[in-house]
């Protein structure tokens, strides 16, 4: 199994190559949206090289759920409810969603998600 630092460095390569950020942007509590600029087609890209990275098949909507982000049941007026956090959390057990509970709302989403959430999900994916 890969160990951390190993981990950081694919992710790194990957968040760089399908970004085109530099290297020493691309830091643990760097989010994907707001501090690399990713866009929602940039998410493909990433999951196909971490993917490629590490030899791990990403199922579609695993690591970016915006099905729950889109779906009435769980958005009332821009804002995930109670019940749509609880699944997201499910989702995504690898992400730190405590400052996005705070305020859930959905427009916002996009600048949660860090560099080590994605660290977390490889790691998560390899054990």
Not at 26 to 31: C, I, M, W
Not at 39 to 68: C, H, Q
Not at 84 to 111: C, H, I, T
């Amino acid at each position: 199994m890969a160990s951390e630092s190993e981990v950081f460095e694919k992710v790194r390569t990957a968040l760089t190559d399908a970004l085109g950020v530099d290297d020493d942007e691309v830091v643990p509590t760097a989010t994907l949206v707001g501090d690399l600029g990713a866009e929602s087609i940039d998410f493909l890209d990433i999951v196909f090289r971490l993917e490629k990275a590490f030899n791990v098949k990403i199922p579609r909507g695993e690591l970016f759920p915006d099905d729950i982000l889109t779906n009435a049941q769980y958005v009332k007026e821009g804002k995930l409810t109670a019940e749509g956090m609880s699944e997201l959390k499910k989702r995504m057990p690898f992400a730190d969603l405590s400052r996005f509970e705070q305020n859930p709302l959905v427009k916002d989403f996009g600048n949660q998600l860090t560099v080590q959430d994605m660290c977390r999900y490889v790691a998560s994916k390899l054990s």
